[in-house]
């Protein structure tokens, strides 16, 4: 497969601040048709296929009620998630995504609304915060700072020890839990501060998982790591979420993460739930987005440009391949 010439110039489009007006395509470089498996993010007819494994209805979330500092956190939010998929969740500082997800494993209670989890609602009365807390595990921004066991191991197991578990048993889940997330057998005995930014971020997520939740939700799990280390954890929890049939919810500010990673998205803005659905039914909303403060992927951006010159393209692209795929079937 010969795209270089496309995949080059787009690449100098983006970087060169969007300035796409003179990319010249150079046909002679591209086959007629490009042999590539598709990279589209779809969940197709999910709803249709999928228990909702948690359900939100009409939540509202009021910070200190009653003084002047109120403030409405989530404003009749709505929201179903799904078994098995990884839904992202994108919006801009202060838009309510954070406290949106404390509500699903009942770390918050809303002020007014409802959330289930199986069809249960959870505050009910009947229903274990204990056992909620241990399906639904929850990953906070930089969780290496919840750290604190002297060594890899022990920090691992103390999920599953809180859980009842004996220790042989929590010695079990510690270790396939790391396993899992990619920490290898010479750090057990390390201690957690050793390590570095993206293997404590694994240490962490590790000892949610080694309480075998059905639904792991992470808030921004990459901050702060370099792309090399975003990729590798992001591919990790997609790897989880494919062999394990983990549902992941993923709180992110990367528009390129959401696009590659994710099989539905719900976009927050002003503690409201104004978007949701597949990459490519999100991102094509741009213009919104770029209100909110938002953007969508800069590829998206550079079919938009090629649109606007007169290139007769159909469709969107959320990647390069994607990208060259629509360019060659449009010359």
Not at 196 to 209: D, F, Q, T, Y
């Amino acid at each position: 497969m010969r795209c270089e010439s496309v995949y080059t110039e787009m690449i100098e489009g983006i970087s060169a601040d969007m300035d796409v007006e003179n990319i010249s395509i150079e046909t002679k470089d591209i086959d007629s048709s490009i042999d590539g498996e598709e990279t589209e993010n779809s969940v197709g007819n999910l709803e249709k296929n999928a228990n909702k494994i948690i359900r939100v209805e009409h939540i509202e979330y009021i910070y200190q009620p009653g003084t002047s500092y109120e403030k409405k956190a989530v404003d009749d939010v709505s929201l179903d998630i799904y078994e098995g998929e990884l839904l992202g969740i994108i919006g801009h500082t202060g838009s309510g995504k954070s406290t949106l997800i404390q509500h699903l494993n009942g770390l918050i209670k809303p002020t007014s609304g409802k959330v289930y989890f199986q069809d249960e609602d959870i505050y009910d009365g009947n229903h274990s915060m204990a056992d909620l807390r241990k399906n639904v595990g929850l990953v906070f921004q930089y969780p290496e700072y919840q750290l604190f066991e002297n060594t890899v191991l022990e920090d691992v197991c103390f999920g599953p020890l809180n859980l009842g578990c004996t220790k042989e048993e929590a010695i079990d889940r510690a270790k396939l839990a790391m396993k899992m997330v990619g920490v290898k057998e010479s750090m057990y005995e390390r201690s957690p501060f050793e390590l570095s930014g993206g293997e404590k971020r694994r240490v962490a997520i590790a000892g949610v998982l080694a309480m075998e939740p059905k639904v792991l939700i992470l808030d921004e799990p990459t901050a702060g790591l370099d792309p090399k280390g975003r990729d590798e954890i992001l591919g990790m929890l997609k790897e989880l979420q494919k062999t394990r049939d983990i549902t992941v919810v993923l709180v992110s500010h990367s528009m390129e993460d959401m696009a590659k990673y994710a099989d539905r998205i719900i976009v927050m803005n002003h503690a409201k739930l104004m978007y949701e659905g597949t990459p490519q039914t999100v991102f094509r909303k741009y213009k919104e987005l770029e209100k909110m403060g938002l953007a969508a992927p800069q590829v998206t951006y550079i079919i938009e440009k090629l649109k606007q010159s007169g290139i007769d393209i159909s469709g969107e692209a959320l990647s390069s391949k994607e990208a060259a795929r629509l360019i060659v079937e449009a010359i």
